[in-house]
């Protein structure tokens, strides 16, 4: 039996190598920055920490490409190197052991689904007016819209811009906003108004929120998107919860959306303090450092998240009442009346967190059950 788990995860973790660096844009990029840097250490040195880290983890080191360890620049030692979890080994043998993620991914990862499920735990979430499911389009109540009730609801709504979201989208990937001109919504970088017409064409599931206001301290970092914690909470084996990473994340660049993976910046939080883990910001990916905001010019070494023993404490409760799932990359907005939360994830991104935090592989040392 395990002979053929160890060859099962080496013959998907060859295919998925092999994909990914071949079909998949971020990676590709990753591999494509190495190829183009002149600042690399030696071949010996490199061949030396890859060989190190596929022995330490079992599998082929891609994170070595998407953390830059090759570059001459990186002062990491071999052993802070092995701290960074594989997103391979992460999603294939650390997450399974929390929860069911093909079980969670038709709950959590479908907005329609999950603003269903945050109603019935009476979360704290941004304000989702209307909804299309297949061919109809509902209000939040469930109500079935038609033209006129579609455009009276607009006709109601006070918020500026309008976020339309796909059900299914990840990344910020397919997010369509329309502003608020002279009382009609507009879809951002068109003449196009959001009607009830405009909404029925499009293809797929979408929910349509309105836009959160924002706490000033947060909004001084970039005030262009709402820029959101991604809290990380674990259920242990006696049943308690606890955050075990925290990072802000922001837009740059004009962008109104905060995706690390859409070009966003990444910084860690210190859990005890709330203030910035490290004084500088990151991409996703790379050696980049960024101390301060390249739009705004906030300097990171000042950041503190406002209120944040109060938010530590309400991101815990909500966790404990979200039983369905162990392991949680909750998506968090600030606000001056508190939290909302815009949503939950299983697929939360850990080469993002490890970016702007360090390697993880300590916050699940007890889940290194599998030598592969």
Request: proline residues 2%.
């Amino acid at each position: 039996m395990k002979f053929f788990t160890f060859f099962k995860h080496k013959l998907i973790e060859n295919v998925r190598c092999l994909y990914l660096i071949n079909f998949n844009y971020r990676y590709k990029s990753n591999m494509y920055r190495y190829r183009l840097s002149k600042n690399t250490k030696s071949k010996v040195v490199i061949n030396f920490e890859m060989k190190e880290l596929k022995r330490h983890w079992g599998c082929y080191p891609l994170q070595y490409f998407n953390h830059d360890f090759y570059l001459k620049d990186c002062t990491l030692s071999i052993e802070e190197m092995k701290q960074f979890i594989p997103s391979y080994y992460f999603y294939r043998i650390i997450f399974p052991q929390y929860d069911d993620s093909k079980a969670l991914l038709n709950i959590v990862e479908d907005k329609i689904v999950m603003d269903v499920l945050f109603d019935g735990m009476n979360f704290p979430t941004a304000s989702v007016i209307a909804k299309k499911k297949t061919h109809y389009i509902f209000n939040s109540k469930g109500i079935s819209l038609n033209n006129n009730s579609f455009a009276e609801l607009l006709s109601f709504s006070h918020s500026a811009k309008l976020f339309i979201k796909p059900a299914n989208g990840r990344g910020g990937s397919g997010i369509l906003i329309a502003k608020k001109q002279d009382g009609i919504y507009k879809i951002k970088d068109s003449d196009l108004e959001l009607n009830f017409n405009y909404v029925s064409k499009l293809k797929g599931d979408f929910v349509i929120e309105e836009a959160i206001t924002q706490h000033l301290d947060i909004a001084a970092v970039y005030a262009h998107s709402v820029n959101t914690l991604r809290v990380i909470t674990k259920r242990n084996a006696q049943g308690q919860v606890e955050i075990i990473a925290t990072t802000l994340r922001m837009g740059s660049k004009g962008s109104e959306i905060d995706n690390t993976s859409a070009g966003g910046l990444v910084i860690g939080v210190d859990l005890l303090t709330g203030c910035a883990f490290r004084d500088y910001a990151t991409h996703e990916y790379g050696l980049e450092r960024f101390y301060e905001h390249p739009d705004s010019g906030f300097k990171f070494k000042d950041l503190a998240i406002p209120n944040w023993l109060n938010i530590h404490n309400e991101i815990l409760e909500l966790a404990n009442k979200n039983i369905i799932m162990n392991l949680t990359g909750w998506d968090i907005a600030i606000t001056h009346d508190g939290i909302v939360v815009i949503e939950i994830n299983t697929l939360f991104g850990i080469d993002g967190l490890q970016s702007a935090l360090g390697g993880l592989e300590k916050k699940f040392s007890e889940n290194r059950t599998v030598k592969m």
